[in-house]
């Protein structure tokens, strides 16, 4: 039924944004794309990360981004997972991260205090689900690797713990740096911090943005120390109803990989780590045992997730065709939420808890 109501891809490079754009982000996007056609931002082939370099085996789901920026995703029909087909080389990259990826996504190109704040209110849902599985006041040293302004961190400072971290912009670690953080332009390196010497790495949707998932996350999980913990959490494939009321939201040009939950689950289990926590919003909580040396994971990208791969394709047309019909759960939620604050229920059932 699905298959003659919707078929791929679900949307053209038309230009059309999928969110209301600002005047800053209108003109950030104008210039991200003559840096690309003018050759200053170079491509490259991007592979899926099960090993499979077939382009028979990908299907085209998109090829715009939300912010309707040209860029075709694929989904590989061998492992599930999402991915842009092309993406920036290394160096241009790191470019992006420095002088465009805030402008085009926050829409300010300078922190404010209000996104500190919104950064805060993550950090403090990070803590209490991290110590809901763990004995926290075990944790002295928390770093986090895409820190932006660096508020996340602030909400495990004012825990007590000794926090530090890194991303490539610096007008927002700067305001970070106002705020008492230990913040560093760039990334993860021993030039800054010494191999096994943080007891919880964080990184908050910043794996999906790695060019090189794989081969970042083991030089990531060297800086932990034995028996310290990765806290991840990406964007997961079937959370996007409950994230979105239009799933092209979804589709980022920045976002490289795009997970599920199993297959995350899978990848750390090859990689020696032990998984404490994981679920379909894609938060994961890792161990790395005492006794962990750099993995070999071969066997692991070589092997089959046609399963996943086949519920991939099916929901994403569901996601599509509940959003064309507006029938989203997500839509009534959220206005059942907005009835129950203007009749005054919400406040009386607070008032009851």
């Not at 999928?18 to 490259?44: D, H, P």
Request: hydrophobic share 40%; aromatic share 12%.
């Amino acid at each position: 039924m699905l298959e003659q109501l919707v078929s791929y891809p679900l949307w053209d490079d038309d230009g059309k944004a999928a969110l209301k754009l600002n005047k800053t982000q209108r003109e950030a996007i104008k210039v991200f794309i003559n840096k690309v056609n003018t050759g200053t931002y170079k491509y490259v082939k991007n592979p899926c990360l099960c090993g499979i370099d077939d382009e028979f085996t990908d299907v085209l789901i998109a090829q715009k981004d939300r912010y309707g920026i040209p860029c075709k995703n694929v989904l590989c029909m061998n492992c599930g997972l999402i991915r842009i087909k092309d993406r920036l080389d290394d160096d241009s990259t790191a470019a992006f991260y420095k002088n465009d990826y805030r402008n085009i996504y926050v829409g300010l190109d300078i922190a404010t205090q209000d996104f500190f704040n919104s950064q805060m209110r993550r950090g403090e849902q990070f803590y209490s689900l991290i110590s809901q599985h763990i004995n926290i006041s075990q944790i002295k040293t928390v770093f986090e690797v895409g820190c932006g302004a660096g508020g996340i961190l602030n909400a495990f400072k004012q825990a007590g713990h000794l926090v530090s971290g890194c991303d490539f912009g610096e007008k927002y670690l700067a305001f970070g740096r106002l705020n008492g953080l230990t913040l560093y332009q760039g990334e993860l390196s021993t030039q800054n911090t010494a191999e096994q010497s943080q007891d919880l790495i964080i990184l908050s949707h910043v794996m999906e943005h790695f060019n090189t998932p794989i081969e970042s996350l083991i030089n990531i999980t060297k800086f932990i120390k034995p028996e310290g913990y990765l806290f991840i959490e990406v964007p997961g494939i079937f959370n996007i109803p409950k994230a979105y009321e239009n799933p092209l939201m979804y589709f980022q040009n920045a976002h490289v990989y795009n997970f599920h939950a199993n297959f995350l689950k899978t990848l750390f289990k090859s990689m020696g780590l032990e998984v404490i926590l994981s679920n379909e919003t894609c938060s994961l909580l890792l161990k790395k045992p005492k006794d962990w040396s750099v993995p070999n994971i071969g066997r692991f990208l070589k092997a089959s997730h046609s399963s996943c791969a086949e519920k991939v394709a099916i929901s994403l047309k569901k996601y599509y065709l509940q959003h064309m019909l507006k029938i989203n759960p997500t839509v009534y939620r959220k206005l059942f939420s907005f009835l129950l604050r203007k009749t005054g229920i919400k406040d009386i059932i607070s008032t009851k808890k």
